[in-house]
């Protein structure tokens, strides 16, 4: 009799583990984030203001999108996608809000297509709620959330679990549609290729499948590529990819250390975040795992070259959203972990991850804090508001009434190092 009912709470504890506690852990995070909808900031004020101006109709805007480069960018499904949501709004903090709550959406989604793709590949229950802890409240789960311009990055993550999800249901032509769909979202999702390797390793895809995935990725990808490199012209002045040697050991000895912090709020570069990243390596069963994931991850380094060479001391910096790049290579290596390491790893990195989201945290709040700072002071103006501030990518916010730029005699500053406004005499 004791054996005959000994399955029924092990069953009881697995579905816990695996959809009772992520789904309180995901709860937890909505709250926690409430705190950090204080305004848009930087290139999400950059995109309102951009979008309201223009005196086109949605459908010129959309067409713009994908013949042209966003700047020194072309990523039209998220841009196009934005564009559409915000055709429903005016300029307001709803608009924002809106497009932040996209975000949150996408993650959550593909949060859920990775928990049930380890339902699927049997992975241990009790790292459900382990893998949704490090997703969630890490600092690219984070910055991403909660601030909009990282759409690119949480449409590109759902597009690479939803292919896997795909591919453990041996969709593998919907699969590769979409690996190809993601490259109109981040480039750095060519990742993702070695990572099918991987998977044909540890036979979760077989050769004949493979290749069904590769053959409509290069396709559907491919012409990505092309009109890509019709109009940006690769580590020209126009890329975001400037490939300088003088930043290549910077940028791989940074993107070690801050793997798992994955921000990089410190002096220099420490012993702690580059031992863990090691070993986290080496915590595959299989040295070929280790060999591939290796390759995957100086992969990822390269093409996010000379992103990693500097570190962040200020309240006041663009390396405040640097945790976005993080994402996809973290969210594979997390998937990856949980398959094939040993467990041990999750205690050892859970300390930097956990730590960096909640540097991020902080230093997002007291972000936008100083910005919101600045609208309300602007509403009390009855000219425009100058502040000097040369560091702002936006210049002229024509909806708030407020200048930034090099302005020496102006009477507002902004004290980068601690985000205070400075008032001169």
Known sequence: MTESLYPFPTLKIRMILRAVIPAILAISWLILLTPLMITDVWDESNFLIYFYSQPYSLW????????QPLGNLYRPIPVSIA???LDQTTFSPFAWQLLRAVNIGLLLSSLALILHLFQRWQVK????PIFTTLFLFSSSGIITATWYANIFDASSLFLLTLALWLISYQAFFLAGIAVGLSFFCKEINLIFLPFLFILFFNQKIDFKSLVKVFSTIIVVGGIYWILRFNMIDLGSDGDIHDFALSKFWPSLVGFMDSFWWQNMHREQAGWLGIT???ISLLAFRHYINVLLFAGLLFLAMLLYWGMFAYYQTDVINHLNFIGRLYLIPATLMLIALSLWARPFIFALIAAPVLFGGWQTYQA?????TTFLNIEQLAAKQEQTLIIDFKHNPLQHDVFRNIQFGEHPQAKYAIDIKTGEIIVRD
């Open 60 to 67: 010129e805007k959309l067409l713009f999108t994908w013949m």
């Open 276 to 278: 863990c990243f090691t």
């Open 83 to 85: 564009s559409i949501i």
């Open 125 to 128: 229950a009790y790292l459900f």
């Open 364 to 368: 997002h709040q007291q972000f936008q």
